[in-house]
């Protein structure tokens, strides 16, 4: 069995603070032995690191795809590609699942051919998306993304961490045509300020901490059709990463009750930021 994960640091590793994300623990009830591949990130007409031909048929994989600081654009042109490229080979994806950023991130193509991520807080200089074009454009790319998988079976999950924009939500001719059951949450809400609210994030920008890993492959794998009653979160998360997330989450909560959510973008200069202020 093959799973294929992409999106941005809410579903990218973050070994300096946790052993797993919400991937790990949906590979480890899924797959239980397996391979991880760290799809390399920007690959144009092939891949750098790995071709499906060469995968081994009586192994199980898990292919990670996310990286900090990703934009919709990226997400989308790396998930595409990747289907296809599956597709081709004749080798079959069996969950694909895709997290959503903030829709006015976006990819700069620079001289020289290198990419460059340009968002709210990065490069800004470069020129971000604005709605409604910017919550219209990833709206597109889940009809794509939905229409190819489903076209040919593969199971799949699109987490909308961010939410998108409201009044162009309501303006849109495209809402109606997304399948909601595949969502995570609605695209309204995403799970950022919830979570932020309840004390699942680790940091301003609303990056998930141990509960927020843990909730959001509990809603992955009944999305999937698959059992929700999964290990116990102390089997993924040490007792030490449990009682620190505890302790900063009482200060999180009152900070939040005091300020509002922050309504940051989570890039990786956001990281943290929130933990020198208390």
């Given at each position: 069995?093959?799973?294929?994960?992409?999106?941005?640091?809410?579903?990218a590793?973050v070994?300096q603070n946790?052993?797993?994300?919400?991937?790990?623990?949906?590979?480890?009830e899924?797959?239980?032995?397996y391979?991880?591949?760290?799809v390399?990130?920007g690959?144009?007409?092939?891949?750098?690191n790995?071709?499906?031909k060469?995968?081994?048929?009586?192994?199980?994989?898990?292919?990670?795809?996310?990286?900090?600081?990703?934009?919709?654009?990226?997400?989308f042109?790396?998930?595409?590609?990747v289907?296809?490229?599956?597709?081709?080979?004749?080798?079959?994806?069996?969950?694909v699942?895709?997290?959503f950023?903030?829709?006015?991130?976006?990819?700069?193509?620079?001289?020289?051919g290198s990419?460059l991520?340009?968002n709210?807080f990065?490069n800004?200089e470069?020129?971000?998306?604005?709605?409604?074009?910017?919550?219209?454009?990833?709206l597109?790319y889940?009809?794509?993304?939905?229409?190819?998988l489903?076209e040919?079976?593969?199971?799949?999950?699109?987490i909308?961490?961010?939410?998108?924009?409201s009044?162009?939500?309501?303006?849109?001719s495209?809402?109606?045509?997304?399948d909601?059951k595949?969502l995570t949450?609605n695209?309204?809400?995403?799970h950022?300020?919830n979570?932020?609210?309840?004390?699942?994030?680790?940091?301003?920008?609303g990056h998930?901490n141990h509960?927020?890993?843990y909730?959001?492959?509990?809603?992955?794998?009944?999305?999937?059709?698959?059992?929700?009653?999964?290990?116990?979160i102390?089997?993924?998360?040490?007792?030490?990463?449990?009682?620190?997330?505890?302790?900063?989450n009482?200060?999180?909560?009152?900070?939040i009750k005091e300020?509002?959510n922050?309504?940051?973008?989570?890039?990786?200069?956001?990281i943290d930021?929130?933990?020198?202020?208390?």
């Amino acid at each position: 069995m093959i799973i294929y994960s992409n999106g941005c640091s809410h579903t990218a590793d973050v070994k300096q603070n946790y052993d797993n994300v919400y991937i790990d623990i949906l590979a480890n009830e899924v797959l239980q032995n397996y391979k991880t591949i760290k799809v390399q990130e920007g690959h144009y007409n092939k891949f750098k690191n790995f071709n499906f031909k060469d995968l081994d048929t009586d192994t199980n994989y898990l292919l990670k795809n996310a990286e900090h600081g990703k934009s919709n654009d990226l997400i989308f042109f790396e998930s595409y590609n990747v289907i296809k490229d599956s597709i081709i080979n004749s080798v079959k994806l069996d969950f694909v699942i895709i997290q959503f950023s903030g829709v006015n991130r976006r990819i700069h193509s620079n001289p020289d051919g290198s990419l460059l991520k340009v968002n709210p807080f990065d490069n800004s200089e470069m020129g971000v998306k604005f709605d409604p074009f910017a919550t219209e454009q990833s709206l597109q790319y889940i009809l794509i993304l939905q229409d190819l998988l489903k076209e040919h079976s593969i199971n799949y999950c699109f987490i909308p961490y961010m939410e998108f924009d409201s009044d162009t939500l309501d303006k849109s001719s495209n809402l109606k045509f997304i399948d909601t059951k595949y969502l995570t949450t609605n695209l309204y809400d995403g799970h950022r300020n919830n979570f932020r609210t309840n004390g699942y994030v680790n940091d301003a920008p609303g990056h998930p901490n141990h509960q927020g890993y843990y909730i959001l492959a509990k809603i992955i794998l009944k999305k999937l059709g698959l059992s929700d009653k999964i290990n116990p979160i102390e089997h993924y998360f040490s007792d030490r990463i449990i009682r620190r997330d505890k302790k900063y989450n009482s200060s999180f909560i009152r900070w939040i009750k005091e300020n509002g959510n922050m309504l940051s973008d989570g890039t990786d200069d956001d990281i943290d930021k929130l933990r020198e202020l208390l």
